[in-house]
Every structure is written in C-alpha cells, then in structure tokens.
C-alpha cells in the first residue's frame, strides 16, 4: 500500500510541476524573453564572442543603434507625412 501511496504522489508532484512550468504568465515568459533579447542585441552582448575584436562588437553595438534611430525618424517622418 505504501508504494502505491509513493508513486501516486510522486505522479502528483510531476504533474503539479508540469503545470506550473507549463503556465507561465505573458509578461514573465514570452515578453520577458523578447525583451531580454532585444537589449542583448542592442548592446551587442549576442555578437560578444571571445575571438571578436573589442572594436568589431562596438562597430555593432554604434550600426544597431544609428539604426534604430533611422527606424524613429523614419516613422516620426511617416506620420508628420500622412498627417498633412
């Protein structure tokens, strides 16, 4: 009897610890990720390799930024368009 009480609890736990890893919320999980993503692009960590030349990863860090900036303006530009 006891071994059917063990392994119906360990059942349990497995299944409570499936679900709760299984049903994260959005802003912990997926938006969570995607952000972590995007600053790790934006600084250049994602580029950051031990045989990359220090100059190269901030040559990618300035180019994502420069345009990221151009993607601003040119949307801010888009719309003053189409507003007139």
Known sequence: MTGDDEKRQRE?????DRVERD???????SLGRATRRLGAH???RD???????RIEVW???IGRLLGLVLLVYLAYALIQQ???
């Not at 049903?23 to 999980?29: H, K, M, Q, R, Y």
């Not at 580029?47 to 030349?53: G, I, R, V």
């Open 12 to 16: 349990a736990r497995d299944a409570l």
């Open 23 to 29: 049903s994260e919320t959005l802003a912990s999980s």
């Open 42 to 44: 934006f600084s250049g």
């Open 47 to 53: 580029a950051d390799h031990p045989d990359d030349d």
């Open 59 to 61: 040559g990618k860090r």
């Open 82 to 84: 189409l507003a007139h």
